[in-house]
């Protein structure tokens, strides 16, 4: 009788110890990206440290509001730095000439990108969180404790009744978010839009990720209407305050000096009519009132101008303005760069997707612009299209801040706070961080407008076979040449970001970004218009205003000094 085969204890855990072998290569590998997402980590928290620190009332400031201002803040911006890791992971899974590395079989890539899509699951429910939950309850504790000097039970209390608004809201749109229908109508033959609902269908289908991406798509939704509000506007004014500069402090305190003399002899002449005991009319009583209001102001106005002329501050910017102005030029360039490569985007959008019901989606593009040029290239050498994302978002984020400081917060044509250098109220920094969050989760789409097929594939390519000629007659030698991923490609030769697929979930929401960046290029044109017609700034313009108290006059020297 023979003897029975014997099977190698080792053959049927082979499988098991191959996949955890390349996925030790996979992580040995990759760690560079996570590394340097790491560092970015850390980079944020001080950025968002001093930035609020910045702003934040010196006389006000208040510790829960700072924490919740700075901990908003930099969620959203991780969220943001998450972008080029994501984009990162599915680019180095392949090599230049097209094939996927050894390491990189389908078990592999699908784990590698499901840590991407939890880093996701993680930020945006903390965003959740922040936006629904704790911003308005400090918003409101404040609110009250500034209304009610009470105990401070029943201000929490009164906080939460506001608050239980907001995350009915948020339960709202979870639900929605949940069970809304995805399927629209078919059209023609709409190849490009069943090569969306593949990829969506490789995303996942649970409710919950559908609810979390709808809530979210809703809050990018209200961060492009600020986007279009503050960003576009701040992206014409910033540059071309920095090219013309403010008036001189001398010369503005000389001119606020005739103002008060001549404020202080209208105020004399109409006090001289009750020398006589007369007293005086109702409209001169008015007319003095508003003088002496105007006085105080003007006084304000004279410290303030007096302080920053003596400041060291003053005197540093006034050595620097040569590079104020090439950093203002080089910011404009930037700006129209932006705008164009915008543009030709939408454009793109417009004459080759699928059309309005299918949210304008395009995969791959046919009319190209400078940045999606740009970062494909600067990708295959990381992390130099790290630097060039982060510097984007940045530069979203001042342009936001200056288009913020100049407009102030307003609710339509309710003007509710102004945000000042070291003079903004705990409510006001809140408002201010709950807006730039919400611009930073528009800047990730605003980013694939610039460069769709970066954000979409990175630097990915895929082989695609053809003949080889020889002596000008087609010979039977195939050959493979490597392609940029587009929508062409094979479904298993090129993997498409999480990002992607988080930002085009609903195809409604993709339809309102595309009118969104129109909306965006003609506020831009409409605000470069103004912003040249207009003059030079005060040099301390929004810094003294009538409603401002005489203690705020502290504030300024503390920074100034």
């Given at each position: 009788?023979?003897?029975?085969?014997?099977?190698?204890?080792?053959?049927?855990?082979?499988m098991p110890l191959l996949t955890e072998a390349k996925m030790a290569a996979a992580v040995s590998e990759l760690l560079t990206g996570w590394c340097v997402f790491g560092l970015a980590l850390l980079a944020i928290l001080i950025f968002c440290w001093v930035y609020v620190r910045k702003y934040q009332s010196r006389r006000e400031s208040e510790v829960i509001s700072t924490i919740t201002a700075i901990f908003a803040l930099a969620v959203a911006l991780i969220s943001s730095a998450l972008l080029p890791v994501d984009i990162f992971l599915v680019?180095?899974?392949?090599?230049?000439?097209?094939?996927?590395?050894?390491?990189?079989?389908?078990?592999?890539?699908?784990?590698?990108?499901?840590?991407?899509?939890?880093?996701?699951?993680?930020?945006?429910?903390?965003?959740?969180?922040?936006?629904?939950?704790?911003?308005?309850?400090?918003?409101?504790?404040?609110?009250?404790?500034?209304?009610?000097?009470?105990?401070?039970?029943?201000?929490?209390?009164?906080?939460?009744?506001?608050?239980?608004?907001?995350?009915?809201?948020?339960?709202?749109?979870?639900?929605?978010?949940?069970?809304?229908?995805?399927?629209?109508?078919?059209?023609?033959?709409?190849t490009e839009w069943e090569k969306v609902k593949l990829l969506f269908e490789e995303f996942g289908s649970s409710h919950g990720l559908t609810a979390l991406s709808f809530s979210i798509s809703s809050l990018t939704v209200i961060g492009?209407?600020?986007?279009?509000?503050?960003?576009?506007?701040?992206?014409?004014?910033?540059?071309?305050?920095?090219?013309?500069?403010?008036?001189?402090?001398?010369?503005?305190?000389?001119?606020?000096?005739?103002?008060?003399?001549?404020?202080?002899?209208?105020?004399?002449?109409?006090?001289?009519?009750?020398r006589d005991g007369r007293p005086l009319s109702s409209r001169d009583r008015r007319t003095v009132q508003q003088l002496e209001e105007r006085l105080r102001t003007l006084r304000r106005r004279e410290r303030h101008l007096e302080s920053i002329e003596k400041s060291w501050w003053t005197k540093f910017c006034e050595a620097i303005r040569p590079l104020k102005i090439v950093w203002g030029v080089f910011f404009i360039i930037v700006a129209l760069l932006f705008t164009v490569s915008l543009f030709l985007s939408n454009l793109d959008k417009a004459l080759h997707s699928a059309g309005f019901d299918s949210g304008?989606?395009?995969?791959?593009?046919?009319?190209?612009?400078?940045?999606n040029m740009l970062l494909p290239v600067l990708q295959t050498v990381f992390p130099l299209?790290?630097?060039?994302?982060?510097?984007?978002?940045?530069?979203?984020?001042?342009?936001?801040?200056?288009?913020?400081?100049?407009?102030?917060?307003?609710?339509?044509?309710?003007r509710l706070y102004k945000i000042r250098r070291g003079k903004t109220r705990p409510q006001a920094l809140l408002f201010?961080?709950?807006?730039?969050?919400?611009?930073?989760?528009?800047?990730?789409?605003?980013i694939y407008s610039l460069a769709p097929q970066y954000v979409?594939?990175?630097?990915?390519?895929?082989l695609v076979q053809s003949n080889k000629t020889i002596d000008g007659q087609p010979r039977n030698v195939t050959t493979f040449v490597s392609k940029d991923c587009d929508a062409d490609a094979p479904e298993d030769q090129c993997i498409v970001t999480r990002t992607y697929l988080f930002l085009h979930k609903f195809w409604f929401f993709s339809a309102a970004y595309y009118f969104g960046n129109w909306a965006f290029i003609a506020v831009f044109l409409i605000g470069l218009i103004v912003s040249c017609c207009k003059g030079k700034k005060s040099v301390i313009e929004g810094e003294v205003d009538e409603d401002d108290s005489d203690m705020s006059d502290d504030e300024l020297s503390v920074y100034y000094r």
């Open positions: 009788m023979p003897a029975p085969l014997k099977v190698p204890a080792s053959a049927g855990a082979g680019s180095y899974m392949k090599n230049q000439n097209g094939t996927f590395k050894e390491w990189a079989d389908a078990n592999v890539s699908r784990q590698i990108e499901d840590t991407v899509l939890y880093g996701y699951y993680t930020l945006y429910s903390i965003i959740l969180f922040c936006v629904f939950l704790w911003i308005p309850f400090v918003y409101f504790y404040y609110e009250e404790k500034e209304d009610d000097d009470g105990n401070t039970c029943s201000q929490v209390k009164t906080a939460l009744k506001y608050t239980l608004g907001f995350i009915t809201i948020c339960a709202i749109l979870l639900l929605i978010g949940a069970f809304v229908p995805l399927d629209i109508p078919n059209k023609k033959n709409s492009m209407l600020a986007a279009i509000t503050y960003t576009a506007y701040g992206m014409s004014a910033l540059p071309l305050n920095l090219i013309k500069g403010t008036t001189s402090a001398a010369y503005e305190r000389l001119e606020n000096t005739e103002d008060i003399e001549e404020v202080e002899q209208h105020l004399l002449r109409i006090k001289s009519k009750c304008f989606i395009i995969l791959g593009t046919n009319l190209t612009n400078p940045l299209d790290y630097i060039l994302i982060t510097t984007i978002v940045m530069y979203f984020i001042f342009t936001s801040m200056a288009g913020i400081r100049n407009m102030g917060i307003w609710f339509f044509w309710i201010l961080c709950m807006i730039l969050l919400l611009i930073v989760l528009h800047t990730s789409y605003m979409m594939y990175g630097s990915q390519k895929y």
